[in-house]
């Protein structure tokens, strides 16, 4: 018999047995139904976030009403084409919902600051259905109010 195809392994090299060679394709067997299981549960947990885009204008937010549906996940998109600093300011909104970057938020949870010609993401999933103001702490006087619906 050829040394390759015989029953011996040349000298040097390892041998493997057949146990050896079913273990090995088992543990990667699992490690494959494991890997493909955390990958449904993130999904589950972490669907894909629907987009939402609110431009903040001077003086109004576009839209001014936005619609969220309860326990649905949402990347809120805020884009300030104005030419003063605007705020997203919507406390109760903000906590009535999981909020997934909080560091997007000011100190008090309160509202998005956002700078003229910035755009900031918020990833949030509204836990509350109801209704709830929404303003620019510095331009509400001037009428850059709206509001928000959880249904």
């Known amino acids: 018999m050829s040394p390759r195809f015989g029953r011996h392994p040349p000298a040097g090299q390892p041998t493997i047995a057949m146990p050896q060679i079913l273990a090995r394709i088992v543990l990667l067997g699992l490690v494959g139904v494991l890997a493909i299981s955390i990958g449904v549960v993130a999904a589950k947990r972490y669907p894909r976030a ?8 001077d003086d109004q937010f576009v839209p001014d009403r936005l619609t969220f549906q309860k326990d649905a996940r949402y990347r809120l998109h805020m884009e300030n084409r104005g030419k003063d600093t605007h705020e997203f300011t919507a406390p109760v909104f903000f906590a009535s919902a999981d909020i997934e970057n909080p560091g997007v938020l000011n100190r008090e949870r309160s509202e998005v600051v956002v700078q003229p010609g910035q755009a900031v993401d918020l990833t949030l999933t509204p836990r509350r259905a109801g209704s709830f103001d929404l303003r620019c702490a510095d331009h ?10 959880v249904q």
């Open 50 to 57: 629907l987009d939402l885009n609110v431009e903040m204008r």
């Open 140 to 149: 509400d006087w001037d009428g850059m109010i709206g509001s928000i619906t």
